[in-house]
Nanobody
């Protein structure tokens, strides 16, 4: 089993920054791709960003390109999401997820961390 624990959420004013962290533990072998997703109230969960193993490729939703940066520290088993120039529409619960390459399905999810951006 794999456990994912997010941290770093909170309340920030528009234009501010936050850095989310996701610590993975358990059976976290190599070849695990990591992703961040978010879900706003009344909306479906959406993709935010992803990073492959060991970290040479990153992918972003159009809505966050140029503002968010995903990275990973494989030695620590942690993935990060640096969020800059935050907007009220970024308000959501952010989830970390893991999938085993080359699968396209994220099988493991964290409990989520709330990000609230005030205008």
């Amino acid at each position: 089993q794999v456990q994912l624990v997010e941290s770093g959420g909170g309340l920030v004013q528009a234009g501010g920054s936050l850095r989310l962290s996701c610590a993975a533990s358990g059976r976290t072998s190599k070849n695990n791709d990591m992703g961040w997703f978010r879900q706003a109230p009344g909306k479906e969960r959406e993709f935010v960003a992803a990073i492959n193993w060991p970290g040479g490729s990153t992918y972003y939703a159009d809505s966050v390109k140029g503002r968010f940066t995903i990275s990973r520290d494989n030695a620590k088993g942690t993935v990060y999401l640096q969020m800059n120039s935050l907007k009220p529409e970024d308000t959501a619960v952010y989830y970390c997820a893991l999938k085993r390459a080359p699968s396209q399905t994220y099988n493991y999810w964290g409990q989520g961390t709330q990000v609230t951006v005030s205008s």
